[in-house]
């Protein structure tokens, strides 16, 4: 069964830093892109990093580009994100997602490419 666990979320200043991480289970994680995702409240989820399964490409939003950064650690199978200069408008629930293709050649940024989904984490920047 296929598991995926955030963590790391929380109430933060403007301009903090804060960690996500994404634990996973129930399948070969290292053959699986992964992404992250948000949604705020009244809004549609939307993309915000991908990595490749071999770690080799990354893709950020515009909206986070410079400011956070994605990572995985396949032998702790997790993915972290790496988010700073948090402004109020990334406040939002983040979720981490896996790829439904195994091995894919490119970084899927959509959340259609997407088949297990976290059950997110809350981060709450103030101003």
């Known amino acids: 069964q296929v598991q995926l666990v955030e963590s790391g979320g929380g109430l933060v200043q403007a301009g903090g830093s804060l960690r996500l991480s994404c634990a996973a289970s129930?399948?070969?994680?290292?053959?699986?892109?992964m992404g992250w995702f948000r949604q705020a409240p009244g809004k549609e989820r939307e993309f915000v990093a991908a990595?490749?399964?071999?770690?080799?490409?990354?893709y950020y939003a515009d909206s986070v580009k410079g400011r956070f950064t994605i990572s995985r650690d396949n032998a702790k199978k997790t993915v972290y994100l790496q988010m700073n200069s948090l402004k109020p408008e990334d406040t939002a629930v983040y979720y981490c997602?896996?790829?439904?293709?195994?091995?894919?050649?490119?970084?899927?940024?959509?959340?259609?490419?997407?088949?297990?989904w976290g059950q997110g984490t809350q981060v709450t920047v103030s101003s």
């Open positions: 997602a896996a790829d439904r293709i195994i091995m894919r050649s490119v970084v899927a940024v959509t959340t259609y490419e997407y088949d297990y």
């Open positions: 990595i490749k399964w071999s770690g080799s490409r990354l």
């Open positions: 129930g399948y070969t994680f290292s053959r699986y892109g």
